[in-house]
């Protein structure tokens, strides 16, 4: 058996990684390794995710694009991916949490869109919103047999909570998605 030349394995290597970087599959590793942040932001709102599956956010953006300041995971059940999972800012008490989820609380830039990414198992749902600063949220993915989210602004004073109509969030770039 003959053995491969070391210059070939690592010509071969380099030639991967350039190709990986091209298509976009290089950020889509970031995007689940690379817990959510905060960016600088003056205005903030504070929400609470529930998730049968990963959950990822893009703050201060209208389409997906993982290499964005902040842009990260924010749970998921599952072990191995970055997450914030069961994290807490004291927002108002649940009546309950979905069967099977994981929980967190985040602050959120306001006043601007954020993009989230929720997949599952045959899942995969991307929408936007712009949160109105000091306001409280709840973003349900549970979807189970399903592939839905609803996000709803959390009720303050004598405001009643409210759904929120979701936009659509596409890819930044093309590329992104392959």
Known sequence: MKSVPLSLITLFCAS???????CG????VRSFSTPYSLPASDQTARLRVFSDGMVRAIPKSACVDFRLPGAGVLVAPRKGYADRNNESLGMPAIVSQPA???????KIPAGEPVSFVYNRERCYNRFTF???????????ASGYSNCTVSVRQLPTGSKPGKPLALDDSKMCRLADNY
């Open 16 to 22: 991967l990684l350039v190709s990986l970087s091209g």
């Open 25 to 28: 599959s290089i950020s889509n």
């Open 100 to 106: 099977g989820t994981v929980r967190s609380e985040f």
């Open 130 to 140: 712009v949160p109105q600063p000091g306001a409280d949220y709840e973003l349900d």
